[in-house]
């Protein structure tokens, strides 16, 4: 694997001239263009899937399979041309439009109202012109369908009956459609099925534009990284679709530490691994091959939770346990789940150049996890605050070369902020090591600290695009619940950080460090 620099940017994150209030598929190309004048060869999104109304951070999605409409570029979708779109808006939703572009944060609700209100007018007219008629156009949404089957079909039932219940999620349904008896759901595919077909539409819209942007983000020579979450929501259409490979009865979380006494609970159902072996992992297999069609590599989000889940009853302050409970089981299970998966991300040959699963192994990790996921080539994270054998930090010019390495993660703060946060002595020592100087400005130096982590050893160091920029804003601070969350915005268009003398004077600097390191 050769060595890369890439950037932690959600897509929901991008902003051009011409978006909507939030990322497009089709601004990934721009985005992947602007990063290579820094050095950087490899863009990482946060997950992508489609969320439920009301809902920001992407790790509630309601499946793990469709991407999220939200994302789509309603101007590059072929049903749809301006004059459409003006009457379809009107001059509320232009209003509406330009307000969400122009705003410093992601306005969910304004944007998807505005989207899904385009695609319905798309899909008629698709369903008009060309599905009634049996074009080419048909035939190719019809072999989408029959490739995309084993997700795709539950997804869009899923969907219809959950709008033809007022957006409640299936646990609220009547007995025969929540437990999937088969009169009720053919008596739904029978009723609905205008719009169980508008959701394959609008699936087959969204990875015709993710595949184009693919591959022009391949002519630049920039790689696009997922990341996939440990589980799905319990009202997503997955745990509907296989309600008993879930242990519905149990909650996951998080063991007591220092900062809970009582353990976290997450809501979120965890895994039946029993059950899941009885079709050899089917569903977890699925999920790997899906993300390795999407991506050229991607992270595994709570790599611990495939070795040993934190589950505790429903009812109030019932104590949890680890399952299994003893660490040969949890290693042993950890390896088939971890197996299975690559054996699918195997099957797929992509474009990355190295392991294409990437293990999230952050927090309290046992050391058999590590073990195990490097006999499996499977490489973990070095976040360089974290990095300390007691009182000292870890030179990351000693981090094995199957690693990534960063200042910060989504969660955390970017390095420009977090060093107000390091105490005097955790300061003086990077400084020393980072060669930064007492009358340096902050400008220079981000550039110290970015240069001595592109120097680790690990074949990939990340930083988050508020690194790159010399900003401080947070895309998220865990245990806080808030607009201030899963809604940052790059502060200008991309256009115009272009067009900034100063950004590109650092973006050159940037490039010059990276080139330096080897990367």
Same mark, same amino acid.
């Given at each position: 694997?050769?060595?890369?620099?890439?950037?932690?940017? $959600?897509? +929901?994150?991008?902003?051009?001239?011409? *978006?909507?209030?939030?990322? !497009?598929?089709?601004? @990934?190309?721009?985005?992947?263009?602007?990063?290579?004048?820094?050095?950087?060869? @490899?863009?990482?999104v946060?997950?992508?899937?489609?969320?439920? &109304?009301?809902?920001?951070?992407?790790?509630?999605?309601?499946?793990?399979?469709?991407?999220?409409?939200?994302?789509?570029?309603?101007?590059?979708?072929?049903? @749809?041309?301006?004059?459409?779109?003006?009457?379809?808006?009107?001059?509320?939703?232009?209003?509406?439009?330009?307000a969400?572009?122009?705003?410093?944060?992601?306005?969910?609700?304004? =944007?998807?109202?505005?989207?899904?209100?385009?695609?319905?007018?798309a899909? *008629?007219?698709? %369903?008009?012109?060309?599905?009634?008629?049996?074009?080419?156009?048909?035939?190719?949404?019809?072999? /989408?369908?029959? *490739?995309?089957?084993?997700?795709?079909?539950?997804? &869009?039932? #899923?969907?219809?009956?959950?709008?033809? %219940?007022?957006?409640?999620g299936?646990?609220?349904?009547?007995?025969?459609?929540?437990?999937?008896?088969?009169?009720?759901?053919?008596?739904?595919r029978?009723?609905?099925?205008?719009?169980?077909?508008?959701?394959?539409?609008?699936?087959?819209?969204?990875?015709g534009?993710?595949?184009?942007?693919?591959?022009?983000?391949?002519?630049?020579?920039?790689?696009?990284?997922?990341?996939?979450? +440990?589980?799905v929501?319990?009202?997503?259409?997955?745990?509907?679709?296989?309600?008993?490979?879930?242990?519905?009865?149990?909650s996951?979380g998080?063991?007591?530490?220092?900062?809970?006494?009582?353990? !976290?609970?997450?809501?979120?159902?965890?895994?039946?691994?029993?059950?899941?072996?009885?079709?050899?992992l089917?569903?977890?297999?699925?999920?790997?091959?899906r993300? &390795?069609?999407?991506?050229?590599?991607?992270?595994?989000?709570?790599?611990?939770?495939?070795?040993? !889940?934190?589950?505790?009853?429903?009812?109030?302050?019932?104590?949890? %346990? +680890?399952?299994?409970?003893?660490?040969?089981? !949890?290693?042993?299970?950890?390896?088939?789940?971890?197996?299975?998966?690559?054996?699918?991300? &195997?099957?797929?040959?992509?474009?990355?150049?190295?392991?294409?699963?990437?293990?999230?192994?952050?927090?309290?990790? $046992?050391? /058999?996890?590590?073990?195990?996921?490097?006999?499996?080539?499977?490489?973990?994270?070095? =976040?360089?605050?974290?990095?300390?054998?007691?009182?000292?930090?870890?030179?990351?010019?000693?981090?094995?070369?199957?690693?990534?390495?960063?200042?910060?993660? %989504?969660?955390?703060?970017?390095?420009?902020?977090?060093?107000?946060?390091?105490?005097?002595?955790?300061?003086?020592a990077?400084?020393?090591?980072?060669?930064?100087?007492?009358e340096?400005?902050?400008?220079?130096?981000?550039?110290?600290?970015?240069?001595?982590? #592109?120097?680790?050893?690990?074949?990939?160091?990340?930083?988050?695009?508020?690194?790159? @920029?010399?900003?401080?804003?947070?895309?998220?601070?865990?245990?806080?619940?808030?607009?201030?969350?899963?809604?940052?915005r790059?502060?200008? $268009?991309?256009?115009?950080?272009?067009?900034?003398?100063?950004?590109?004077?650092? /973006?050159?600097?940037?490039?010059?460090?990276?080139?330096?390191?080897?990367?």
């Amino acid at each position: 694997m050769r060595r890369q620099a890439g950037v932690v940017l $959600p897509l +929901f994150s991008i902003r051009t001239r011409r *978006d909507w209030g939030i990322g !497009q598929i089709t601004d @990934l190309p721009v985005c992947a263009a602007w990063i290579a004048r820094a050095g950087h060869r @490899l863009i990482q999104v946060l997950p992508a899937f489609e969320l439920s &109304a009301g809902e920001t951070s992407p790790y509630g999605a309601l499946t793990a399979f469709g991407l999220d409409a939200i994302y789509v570029d309603v101007d590059a979708v072929e049903d @749809l041309d301006a004059s459409s779109i003006d009457q379809a808006l009107g001059e509320a939703g232009k209003r509406a439009r330009d307000a969400a572009r122009a705003a410093e944060r992601v306005d969910y609700a304004s =944007v998807r109202a505005l989207k899904t209100n385009l695609l319905r007018v798309a899909f *008629d007219r698709f %369903h008009e012109r060309e599905w009634s008629r049996t074009t080419p156009r048909a035939k190719a949404l019809a072999t /989408f369908m029959q *490739d995309e089957r084993s997700w795709l079909d539950d997804l &869009a039932l #899923y969907s219809a009956l959950r709008e033809s %219940h007022d957006g409640w999620g299936w646990s609220t349904w009547p007995a025969a459609e929540r437990d999937r008896a088969p009169p009720a759901l053919d008596r739904a595919r029978a009723v609905d099925g205008r719009r169980v077909l508008e959701v394959a539409y609008v699936q087959w819209t969204l990875q015709g534009q993710w595949e184009r942007a693919r591959a022009q983000m391949r002519a630049i020579g920039v790689e696009l990284m997922g990341d996939v979450p +440990f589980v799905v929501g319990i009202e997503s259409a997955d745990v509907w679709s296989h309600a008993s490979q879930f242990q519905m009865q149990l909650s996951l979380g998080a063991p007591p530490d220092e900062f809970s006494a009582d353990g !976290q609970d997450w809501g979120l159902p965890p895994y039946d691994w029993t059950a899941m072996d009885t079709d050899d992992l089917a569903w977890i297999r699925d999920r790997s091959r899906r993300a &390795a069609r999407l991506y050229d590599r991607f992270r595994l989000d709570h790599i611990v939770g495939y070795y040993r !889940q934190w589950v505790r009853g429903k009812e109030a302050r019932q104590r949890g %346990h +680890f399952d299994p409970d003893k660490d040969e089981a !949890q290693k042993a299970r950890g390896l088939r789940v971890l197996r299975a998966m690559l054996d699918e991300v &195997a099957k797929d040959t992509g474009g990355a150049d190295g392991p294409r699963a990437i293990a999230e192994d952050l927090g309290v990790i $046992p050391p /058999f996890v590590r073990e195990s996921l490097r006999q499996l080539e499977m490489p973990g994270y070095r =976040v360089l605050p974290w990095e300390k054998d007691g009182p000292r930090f870890r030179d990351p010019r000693g981090f094995p070369t199957a690693s990534v390495a960063s200042w910060s993660t %989504h969660d955390t703060a970017p390095i420009d902020a977090w060093w107000d946060e390091f105490s005097d002595r955790d300061r003086a020592a990077l400084a020393e090591r980072a060669g930064v100087q007492p009358e340096d400005d902050a400008d220079r130096r981000s550039l110290l600290l970015l240069a001595d982590l #592109y120097r680790a050893s690990s074949d990939l160091a990340l930083v988050l695009v508020q690194e790159l @920029l010399g900003i401080r804003d947070r895309i998220n601070t865990p245990g806080t619940v808030g607009e201030h969350n899963w809604t940052f915005r790059l502060p200008r $268009p991309i256009e115009d950080l272009e067009a900034d003398d100063r950004l590109r004077v650092r /973006f050159e600097a940037i490039r010059h460090r990276v080139e330096g390191a080897g990367r």
